[in-house]
């Protein structure tokens, strides 16, 4: 079966400091992922998704980047965390077949002060 | 305009109650629907999904389409403390990119 896994759980970075949050998904290959933040409260926004190794997708020009260095892996980084980054980091894998359904990971707490 | 609209509640209810969550939509090619339930500090996951217009039922919950209202309802029938979490609507037309709506918050009172 497909599962996904996120890291770290939980941060807290000073502004200014780099970040880098790590998802790899095992029992599929090729798979769409996605990242999204959720700020408290509010629905999910869509910041990247990859549809393979070193394609990557942007939504919303902002402070964050990604990359796809491989099949089953996706990283979302920052060179220097703004106060607005805070938020809910979720990474997403999307099911095959007609549906387009989306299967989350655990997410990432972000705090940055 | 948003293109999907949800409540975001809270919605508070005593338990054994039936629940009745609600999105609407603007861009009639979407096809594919969901709903997503999201505790507290967790990812969200999949709970039902539905192609185009009907019901489909699982359990005590069931999904609802109209798409001539362009409107879809999750519908939790004997309500448990354990349903107390937050609801995603999702929707997509054949590119399969979701739209999700805001959530609503469910509060099942014991």
């Known amino acids: 079966s497909q599962t996904i896994h996120q890291w770290p759980a939980t941060l807290v970075q000073p502004v200014g400091s780099p970040l880098s949050l790590e998802c790899t998904v095992e029992?599929?290959?090729?798979?769409?992922l996605y990242w999204y933040r959720q700020a408290a409260g509010r629905g999910l926004q869509l910041l990247f998704y990859?549809?393979?190794?070193?394609?990557i997708s942007s939504e919303v020009p902002q402070n964050l980047s990604a990359s796809r260095p491989q099949d089953r892996q996706f990283i979302l980084s920052s060179k220097k965390l703004l106060l607005s980054d805070s938020g809910f980091y979720l990474c997403?894998?999307?099911?095959?077949?007609?549906?387009?359904?989306?299967?989350f990971g655990e997410g990432s707490r972000l705090t940055v002060l | 305009q948003k293109e999907v609209e949800q409540d975001p509640g809270p919605l508070s209810v005593p338990e054994g109650a039936i629940v009745s969550l609600n999105c609407t939509y603007s861009?009639?090619?979407?096809?594919?629907f969901m709903w997503y339930r999201q505790y507290s500090r967790k990812g969200p996951e999949l709970l039902m999904y539905t192609y185009s217009s009907g019901n489909k039922e699982d359990g005590r919950f069931t999904a609802q389409v109209d798409k001539s209202s362009k409107y879809i309802s999750l519908f939790i029938r004997d309500s448990q403390p354990s349903d107390s979490a937050t609801y995603l609507c999702?929707?997509?037309?054949?590119?399969?990119?979701?739209?999700w709506g805001a959530g609503t918050k469910l509060i099942i009172k014991p």
């Open positions: 990859s549809v393979g190794i070193g394609q």
């Open positions: 029992g599929t290959s090729n798979p769409n």
């Open positions: 997403a894998w999307q099911g095959g077949g007609n549906t387009g359904e989306l299967f």
């Open positions: 999702a929707m997509s037309g054949y590119n399969y990119q979701l739209i």
């Open positions: 861009n009639s090619a979407f096809q594919y």
